[in-house]
């Protein structure tokens, strides 16, 4: 994983926005309707997985969500990576 990655995971986590784009607490990946939508394994592995397995979880949650809901944050991450 590059520097890039890690600082885009830390800005994730520690941002008051979740990727749908509704208000997130800081700390936490996700809002409570999207975090609260995760089967309970995804729940699961975001909190409860080694840090270095943290991007892997996360990752897998944001395809599930964007399944569910038809979202994509492919944008917010490329204007991340720009910036």
């Known amino acids: 994983m590059t520097n890039t990655d890690i600082q885009f995971y830390l800005k994730e986590l520690r ?3 979740c990727f749908c ?5 800081p700390g936490r990946s996700f809002c409570y309707p ?4 995760l089967p309970r394994d995804m729940q699961r592995d975001l909190y409860h997985l080694p840090a270095a397995d ?3 979880a996360y ?3 944001v ?3 964007e399944g569910l809901r038809g979202w994509t944050s492919l944008r917010k991450r490329r204007n ?3 910036s």
Request: aromatic share 16%; hydrophobic share 35%.
């Open 34 to 37: 999207c975090f609260n939508s």
């Open 59 to 61: 990752d897998k949650a």
């Open 15 to 17: 941002s008051e926005e």
């Open 63 to 65: 395809e599930w969500l």
């Open 54 to 56: 943290y991007a892997e």
């Open 21 to 25: 784009g509704k208000a997130k607490k």
């Open 80 to 82: 991340f990576i720009r």
